[in-house]
């Protein structure tokens, strides 16, 4: 699909982005292992965290769909089913290593694989601490990637220092956790989103945080009810859009904001954007606001360290806030980009140069100068969601026609990503 963009004279309305990915899947994961049946409400519409549900189905979970986003989980009471045929997580690395760790505490054979992204990206960094806590786990290239075999059985607690800050690597060693003799450790470098820990403390399993160490005991799940809040990654698009664009007043309503997950909104605020945060409250555990984002003038800002994986997922539509901002913007430590969906640093830089952008990759990330106009151009996606949202946010702000190919991709995480567009930009109300 060819996405055609033309800047709007103004941009204004009220968005609700759809439910958390990272949190619906966790969410129906861990109610899957549960004891009892539990309703989930605005689930993550997209493709990826329908591969979650069409996995666990596979490995025996009743799971039955009652809307576009409510689902009801029975859960199996920790025990689920060697599945029939091999495994597909699709475009998702959370699916793939949270499953892994799943898998790893089943007594059976599973084959997990995923598309051409996924099959590229590295598995590893689960392979080694699953193996450690007695799984049989092998992988393609010398156990590095996907397809991977597991067969499942006799685990024990380990202590494991995660090399890097990944949720999806300390979720898989948790949830491999809760199918272990004795307690599980994770030491993390900095901290990365702890959803997992929260949801577990919800659903009855101990989890105890000091510092950079997360402590499991394990126990049975108990099954809960979950209204997942809004997705601020998907969110991020429309903040960033609504303070780089002159005539922009945006609201989006439901989003969470756990802290662990809100480096965006440091980071715009850092650089002088007017958002408004109102209306906080608490949703399963979590916290949940309405954010409105208004036109700024916006100062260069630096990324880099522990601020890194609160905002990981971010990097791309900042990068076009970074084009409007005044000075240079310098984003660090950020190496992981290379191994998303696409590599991030490489993709971001070359389709944004396309546009005009004054963009430097540099090994761990890269630099921006503004601000630039940007120009209407013609752009790739690789594939990658969050890279095609990115690039339609620039489309927004830049004059002329930007026209983005591959511009389906986006319903990996937000299939009403366009009409949210044509929304805000008056396209449907002109009809
Ligand atoms: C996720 C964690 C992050 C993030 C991904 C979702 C999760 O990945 O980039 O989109 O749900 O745990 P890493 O934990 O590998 O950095």
Redesign the pocket.
Known sequence: MRQIIRPPSRLEGVITPPGD??LS?RAVIFNALAYGSARITNYAPGEDCASTVRCLQALGVPIERDGPTTLTVHGRGGVLEEPADVLNAGNS??TMRLLAGVLAGQPFLSLLTGDRSLRSRPMDRIIAPLREMGAEIWGRGSDRFAPLAIRGGRLRGITYTLPI?????K?AILLAGLFAHGETVVVEPAP??DHTERLFQVMGVSVVRDGLTVRLMPGPLTARDISVPGDISSAAFWLVAGVCHPQARITLRGVGVNPTRTGILDALRQMGAHLEVINPREEGGEPVADITASSSTLEAVEVKGEMV?RI??EIPVLAVAACYAHGTTVIRDAQ?LRV?ESDRIATTVRELRRLGADIEELPDGMRIRGPVRLRGAVCRTYGDHRLAMALGIAGLLAEGETAIQGAECARVSYPSFWEHMALLTGAQRRG
């Open positions: 990915k990272s899947h690395g959370t800050a990944s949720a999806q690597v979720s990365s989103r994986p990981i997922d992981e998303k």
